[in-house]
């Protein structure tokens, strides 16, 4: 299982926020370019960048800063946040980013996903952010009606490989993550699945990694990291 | 400079465009003597590997390029480029290459959807210069219908998953081969073809 450290951009920062609100951030640099690199060099395979300000916004709003990171390390660069155009996912991707994670326009534009994932196949990711199994949208500020295993089988039949899967509540709370909706998931779905949000511990990458058969790929971890309650090199030591 | 051999066979403006982008200036040719003075050699080419090696044999040029590829300096073959390097295809018939690396081009097995069309993530197997910077897992744009079978397997650098592996980078000394178009990959794609510039700007015109 992949170990994949977080880099949640808000306004040239890398920060953390609690369940995702804006008056509850961490700042942890002003200098995320730094922050990859550090990563990078402290053995991370993968790196997770989601444009916070883009996904509040609606539109990318950290786009140089993200080319920076991507041109920076030799990692592959997974990106998220306010991606909602064929265009800006052409342009991350043109510009070296490995992936996108396409989250809103899941739900409101299953077209564009559809039309992504026909131009670039498995590049294409689905963040599905789920508070009490429904669908969060819009930075999480709205919840739309679709439960997640709903939506989690409806991208898979757009052809869409893997999401990224986020349980709302846990995030940036550092009380674990949700493991048994995780793995509800993984059964209901034929999809790789990047679990995100609640990490707190080297128990709970354990957790995590037994659900590896079931298609659980990878964990992003954001806050544990940071605060260092989890440390990277033992974090990927038991998750290979 | 850098000549790109002009053969009839397609995207040569684009990989000309490609090393222009990152750096290089590049020519166009068909003539044997511009291609035998090069200092490094491009040979892309879209096509049917039979009408391209006629097409090669017509103008003197696969003469040239062998005798290019003997002298040491940086020779780049892109998708078709590739796999006229090896010694012979299986495309409608039998046709011989220029057998500058020992192996066969054979046809992707039935049951893949053929051709193989679209992004899909290398795999480096060893250290390789054109391969400099390249993260892991990076996505490059492929469209082949065959594939290249070396008899030496040292000489595959990367291979991308496709149901089988598939030999995505060979080289051999100054020979490299790509099966996918850099010049259409993104960024990546480009930092390959600036590798490329680097290792023709760094190699002196010995022996020839």
Redesign the interface.
């Known amino acids: 299982m992949l170990v994949i450290p977080a880099i949640d951009i808000r306004e040239g920062k890398c920060v953390r926020l609690i369940q995702g609100k804006l008056d509850q951030e961490i700042v942890f640099s002003t200098d995320p370019v730094e922050v990859a690199r550090r990563w990078e060099e402290r053995g991370a395979r993968w790196l997770h960048v989601v444009d916070l300000d883009g996904a509040f916004a609606g539109g990318m709003r950290n786009f140089d800063l993200i080319q920076k990171i991507v041109q920076t390390v030799s990692l592959p660069v997974q990106v998220g946040g306010g991606i909602r155009s064929i265009a800006a996912v052409r342009e991350l991707l043109g510009l070296g980013a490995n992936r996108v994670i396409l989250g809103t326009a899941a739900v409101m534009e299953p077209e564009l996903v559809q039309q992504a994932v026909e131009e670039f196949g498995e590049r294409i990711l689905v963040g599905i952010d789920g508070r009490d199994g429904k669908v969060m949208i819009e930075g999480w500020e709205a919840v739309s009606n679709k439960s997640i295993v709903e939506l989690g089988k409806e991208v898979e039949k757009m052809g869409v490989k893997r999401i990224v899967l986020t349980d709302i509540r846990r995030d940036g709370m550092l009380k674990g993550p949700n493991v048994e909706g995780t793995r509800e998931m993984a059964l209901a779905c034929n999809l790789k699945i990047i679990a995100s949000g609640g990490i707190s511990s080297l128990e709970d990458i354990r957790s995590l990694k037994a659900l590896e058969p079931y298609g659980v790929e990878g964990a992003v971890v954001g806050r544990a990291l940071y605060s260092g309650v989890v440390v990277l090199e033992e974090a990927l030591r038991i998750a290979d | 400079m850098i000549v790109i051999v002009d053969y009839g066979m397609g995207n040569l403006r684009s990989v000309q465009k490609g090393l222009a982008k990152a750096g290089f200036e590049a020519i166009i040719s068909a003539d044997p003597e511009v291609v035998g003075g090069a200092r490094g050699l491009v040979l892309p080419g879209v096509g049917a590997f039979g009408d391209a090696m006629t097409n090669l044999a017509e103008q003197g040029l696969d003469q040239a390029i062998r005798r290019f590829a003997g002298s040491g300096r940086p020779f780049l073959g892109i998708c078709l480029g590739l796999q006229l390097m090896f010694e012979s295809s299986e495309e409608n018939g039998w046709h011989a290459g220029l057998g500058l690396l020992q192996g066969r081009v054979v046809r992707l097995p039935e049951g893949l959807k053929i051709p193989h069309m ?2 899909n993530a290398l795999r480096q197997l060893r250290t390789e210069p054109v391969l400099a ?7 490059f744009y492929f469209v082949h219908s065959y594939y290249v079978q070396p008899t030496d397997p040292a000489v595959v650098a990367a291979v991308t998953d496709y149901g089988l592996e598939v030999p995505a980078v060979v080289s051999r000394d100054n020979l490299i081969g790509i099966q996918f178009h850099p010049e259409k990959s ?3 794609g480009l ?1 390959i073809l600036k590798n490329f510039g680097e290792l023709v700007g760094n190699a002196g015109y010995t022996r020839d």
């Open positions: 679209g992004w910077g390249i993260p892991e897992e990076t996505y993104s960024a990546w930092r």
